[in-house]
């Protein structure tokens, strides 16, 4: 599997979808990035071991 993958999640504040890149060479791990339509911070959840993302808003 590639190291590098694009993924299609919903912003959990304003519910549109949009593509991102996870990057699995780092193993599991959590960080924020910016709704690519209302700009609002997210925080990601990577779990490289079922290879699965999860997201929550900045303030949860």
């Not at 911070?41 to 071991?49: E, K």
């Amino acid at each position: 599997m590639d190291a590098v993958e694009p993924v299609m999640v919903y912003c959990p504040y304003c519910g549109e979808a949009f593509e991102t890149l996870a990057d699995w060479s780092g193993g599991s791990q959590q960080y924020i990035e910016d709704c690519a339509v209302c700009c609002r911070p997210i925080v990601f959840h990577l779990d490289a071991d079922a290879r699965s993302v999860t997201i929550a808003c900045e303030d949860e």
